[in-house]
C-alpha cells in the first residue's frame, strides 16, 4: 500500500475534523435556540428576584415549549447591555431602563406586555425624621434613591421633585444610591438618611411581609402617575416565540389557582399589551433631568 503525500492527508484529516465538529454542533445550536435566556433589573435582592421568577418561569416553559433560563445580573446597565448584545432573549425593565435598551439596541427591543398596575405607577417617600412633613422640609436633609437607572427609585421622583422646586443636587445636604427599593427602606429605618424613595409595590410588600416598622418608617409623599415596567425582548427574537410569550402573558389570571402564585408573586391583577409609545414620557423625564446622553 503506497502511503498518502503528508499535504493530502493532513487536507483530509482537516476536512474530517471540521465535518465532525459542524455534526457536534449542531445539537448544541439546536438546543440554544430551544433556551430562552430570561433577566430582570436587580430591583430586589438577588434571592427575591429568584423567588418571584421560579413560577413564572416553570409557566413559560410549559407555553412556549422551551427551557426557560433565569441569567442573573450585577446592575441595571448589565441588563442592557445583555439585550443588545444578544446574551439574554427578554428582560424584565423599567421605564427608563427600556428607553436606555430602545436607545442601545438601535430602536429594535421590543415591550410586549407590562402588567395593569404600572400604566399608572407611583413612588412613595418615606422617612422616620418627625421633621419632614413635605417636600420643603427635604432641604439640608440626607437622602436616598435607589439605583441611578431606576424608574421608580430615581428618574420619575427626581423629576417630580425639580416639579416641587427641589434639586437633588443642591438641596440635599447628601444623596445616596441604596442600588435597590428595600435596601432604601433599610437605609431609611437604619437611620442612614433621613429620606428615601422607592417604587409603591415594594412599599406596599414590604409593609404587608411586616420588614419595615411603619411605627417608624412612613410614607410622607407619592408621585403622580407614570407608566412603568414591562417585559422586553431583543427585536430579533423569532416573531412566533414573541407571540407565544404575549399569549402566554396575557392568558394569565389571578383567578385560576393554577396562576394564582405568579400573579401575586409579580404583583399583578393581569398583564396587557404595551407598545414603546408608552415611555416617551419617561424618555422625556431622563433628558430634562439630564439622564440620558
Not at 439546536?30 to 430591583?43: F, H, K, N, T, Y
Not at 445616596?176 to 432604601?184: I, L, N, P, R, Y
Not at 442612614?192 to 409603591?200: C, E, I, R, S, T
Request: aromatic share 10%; proline share 5%; charged share 20%.
Amino acid at each position: 500500500m503506497t502511503s498518502m503525500p503528508y499535504p493530502r492527508r493532513a487536507l483530509l484529516r482537516a476536512c474530517v475534523v471540521s465535518a465532525l465538529a459542524g455534526l457536534a454542533g449542531l445539537p448544541l445550536l439546536a438546543q440554544a435556540e430551544d433556551v430562552l435566556r430570561v433577566s430582570a433589573i436587580p430591583d430586589e435582592a438577588p434571592t427575591e428576584l429568584q423567588r418571584k421568577f421560579a413560577p413564572l418561569g416553570a409557566y413559560l416553559e410549559a407555553e412556549t415549549g422551551m427551557k426557560v433560563s433565569f441569567v442573573p445580573v450585577t446592575d441595571y446597565a448589565a441588563v442592557v447591555e445583555a439585550l443588545a448584545t444578544r446574551k439574554i432573549d427578554m428582560a424584565w425593565l423599567g421605564g427608563f431602563t427600556f428607553v436606555q435598551a430602545r436607545i442601545r439596541t438601535n430602536g429594535t427591543a421590543v415591550p410586549l406586555v407590562q402588567r395593569a398596575e404600572d400604566a399608572k405607577f407611583i413612588s412613595r417617600f418615606i422617612t422616620a425624621s418627625d421633621s419632614i412633613k413635605g417636600f420643603a422640609d427635604l432641604k439640608g436633609k440626607t437622602f436616598a434613591f435607589g439605583s441611578p437607572s431606576s424608574t421608580s427609585g430615581h428618574l420619575m421622583p427626581r423629576y417630580f421633585l425639580g416639579q416641587e422646586g427641589i434639586n437633588p443636587d443642591k438641596d440635599f445636604k447628601s444623596t445616596a444610591f441604596s442600588g435597590a427599593h428595600d435596601a432604601t427602606v433599610a437605609f431609611v429605618q437604619a437611620g442612614k438618611v433621613d429620606a428615601g424613595v422607592l417604587n409603591a409595590s415594594v412599599w406596599d410588600k414590604l409593609v404587608e411581609q411586616k420588614k419595615v416598622d411603619t411605627a417608624k418608617v412612613r410614607v410622607f409623599a407619592t408621585t403622580p402617575a407614570y407608566f412603568d415596567y414591562n417585559w422586553t425582548v431583543r427585536g430579533d427574537l423569532d416573531p412566533k416565540i414573541q407571540a407565544k410569550l404575549t399569549q402566554a402573558f396575557l392568558k394569565l389570571d389571578p383567578a385560576n389557582p393554577a396562576h394564582k402564585e405568579i400573579m401575586a408573586l409579580q404583583r399583578a391583577s393581569k398583564f396587557i399589551p404595551t407598545k414603546a409609545e408608552n415611555y416617551k414620557g419617561i424618555e422625556t423625564a431622563a433628558q430634562a433631568a439630564g439622564l440620558l446622553k
